[in-house]
């Protein structure tokens, strides 16, 4: 089977044998503060800086997923609260959770077909940390660098943080220009769910200890005074940080990387396009290049759906309000060439 959903998504061919290795290892049973693994985290650390570009004073921590980066980020980098800008259906669940926690928290919706309008967004006293969705999977839209870079310059007293959960580890990210970046292994790691990375500059470190919360087990400040010593306050996906570790030593450098999905998210809306298609994004400027839409009939999704199926191929479903009208088609690293031409000729039979 072919797997096109946008997570959990198509795993890299080489996790079956690293899950075997763990095993084989011991390291599984091993205490998770022994010197052996302490040294696989040091190394998956280092190894995610060195292959995704992160700058060297940034921090990266460990979590079980990227909703529970989103309570972190409430938790610890909020006070009053939290400026959500969104267009999807990821952008508004990080929101409404936010807005749990604290109810001044207040949101910034905008079109799907729209370039995001800066100068039409609050900057006031109101809120410390301004939350942005790189990647909105559910609709395959995608924020580009000038418009993070946009941000970043016009709100440089806030923290910013980034969902990049269906991005990080699939194209390029400019991290200097956000304070907090997360994400999940199961989106562009081509991992197994189940592991979170949040990745932290200096300055969010900063407002955490400003903030000085510790009043829960995963509060920022916790998880930063574990990780001065490779550790985790509470027993971490040990499995996932090996697997980790070892896709990251066998993945190419972000640069190849980007380039390729970048290359392949092109061809895949020419060639959508060229085909009748109904690509669900309009606009080339904020399209996804990791994750496509394309809307339909009711009918006529389930039915390729189905069809896809008989053939051997999972397309991803689709997603909150776009649920029963849409399919998406993941670009992730890990799918090849030949899977993609082998989709590509099934579309051409529709
Ligand atoms: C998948 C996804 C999430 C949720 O990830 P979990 O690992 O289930 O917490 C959040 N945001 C975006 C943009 C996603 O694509």
């Known amino acids: 089977m072919l797997y096109f959903y946008p997570g959990p998504s198509k795993l890299y061919p080489q996790v079956r044998n690293y899950l075997a290795d763990a095993y084989d290892s011991g390291i599984l049973s091993m205490n998770h503060r022994s010197a ?5 985290v040091q190394s998956a650390v280092m ?27 409430a938790q610890s980098l909020v006070k009053k609260g939290s400026l959500h800008i969104f267009n999807g259906a990821f952008g508004q669940k990080w929101a409404e959770y936010s807005h749990k926690i604290h109810q001044k928290s207040s949101f910034f919706p905008y079109s799907l077909q729209e370039e995001l309008d800066i100068s039409k967004v609050a900057n006031d006293a109101t809120f410390e940390v301004i939350c942005l969705t790189h990647n909105e999977t559910s609709n395959g839209t995608q924020l580009d660098r000038q ?6 310059e016009k709100y440089r007293d806030k923290i910013i943080a980034v969902d990049a ?10 991290w200097e220009n956000a304070d907090v970046w997360f994400a999940s ?26 903030i000085n919360d510790r009043k829960y087990y995963n509060s ?3 998880l930063a005074e574990n990780m001065q010593h490779f550790q985790t306050n509470y027993t971490p996906n040990v499995l996932n940080i090996y697997v980790l570790n070892q896709v990251l030593s066998q993945i190419d450098d972000i640069k190849i990387i980007g380039e390729r999905t970048e290359r392949n998210a092109k061809n895949w809306y020419h060639f959508l396009e060229k085909h009748g298609f109904d690509v669900l994004v309009k606009n080339p400027k904020v399209r996804s290049s990791t994750v496509i839409a394309i ?22 479903n689709g997603y909150g309000i776009w649920k029963n009208t ?3 088609i993941a670009n992730f690293p890990a799918i090849t060439d030949e899977e993609i031409a082998q989709l590509r000729v099934f579309l051409q039979s529709i």
């Not at 418009?147 to 970043?152: F, K, M, P, V």
């Open 36 to 40: 052996d693994f302490v040294s696989i």
């Open 47 to 73: 190894l995610l800086k060195t292959k995704l570009h992160i700058p060297q004073d940034y921090s990266v921590f460990f979590v079980s997923s990227a909703t529970e980066s989103w309570e972190i980020i």
């Open 147 to 152: 418009t993070i870079r946009a941000i970043s």
């Open 165 to 174: 959960t269906s991005s990080m580890a699939g194209i390029e990210l400019e």
């Open 185 to 210: 292994v199961q989106k562009c790691f081509g991992m197994p769910a189940g592991l979170g990375l949040m990745v932290c500059s200096p300055k969010a470190l900063a407002a955490a200890q400003q």
């Open 220 to 222: 920022l400040l916790f």
């Open 295 to 316: 809307q339909d009939e009711e009918t006529f999704i389930r039915n390729i759906k189905e069809k896809a199926k008989q053939a051997g191929m999972i397309l991803g």
């Open 326 to 328: 849409t399919f998406r």
